[in-house]
Structures are given as structure tokens and as C-alpha cells.
């Protein structure tokens, strides 16, 4: 019972400290761009999805993370794995 209980505060309390760090660097970009002026596009954190899957934006860059392509092979092992037994 106490492990489980300290897992989910550690686990808790991570999930608080990027959910500020995600609406900081939002808002921090938020008001850079309307001082410069620029255009607003979403470079410093953005999640978005996409036919190729989960596209994160961090510092400019893109990271692709398939998770369709790792559903699909999950369901093929499953399906395999129950169709041994």
C-alpha cells in the first residue's frame, strides 16, 4: 500500500511540474511573438497529431512518435500470442 502510494505521488508531481513547464515556455513564446511581432507559430512545446502519428514540436524541431504503427504491432502480437494458446 505505501509504495504504491509514494509511486503515484512522485508520479503526481511530475505530471504538475511539465504541465507549468508546458503552459510556461506557451506562454513565455506567446509573448516574445506579439513584442517582436512575428507570426505566431508554435515552436517552444506543441503536441499535435497526424496521419503518421504523434508530432511534437520542442525548440523548433520535429519528433514524429508513430504510436499507430506501435498499436498495430501490439495487436499483431496479441493476436498471435492468443491464437498459440
Given at each position: ?6 509511486f ?34 508554435r ?21 514524429a512518435l ?5 498499436w498495430?504491432?501490439?495487436q ?10
Amino acid at each position: 500500500m505505501h509504495k504504491t502510494f509514494g509511486f503515484f505521488v512522485v508520479l503526481s508531481g511530475l505530471a504538475i511540474l511539465l504541465t507549468f513547464l508546458y503552459i510556461g515556455l506557451n506562454v513565455t513564446e506567446q509573448g516574445t511573438q506579439e513584442l517582436v511581432g512575428l507570426k505566431e507559430t508554435r515552436q517552444a512545446l506543441f503536441f499535435a497529431t497526424e496521419e503518421r502519428g504523434l508530432i511534437i514540436t520542442f525548440a523548433g524541431r520535429e519528433y514524429a512518435l508513430p504510436w499507430k504503427l506501435f498499436w498495430e504491432k501490439l495487436q499483431d502480437i496479441i493476436t498471435e500470442k492468443v491464437a498459440d494458446v
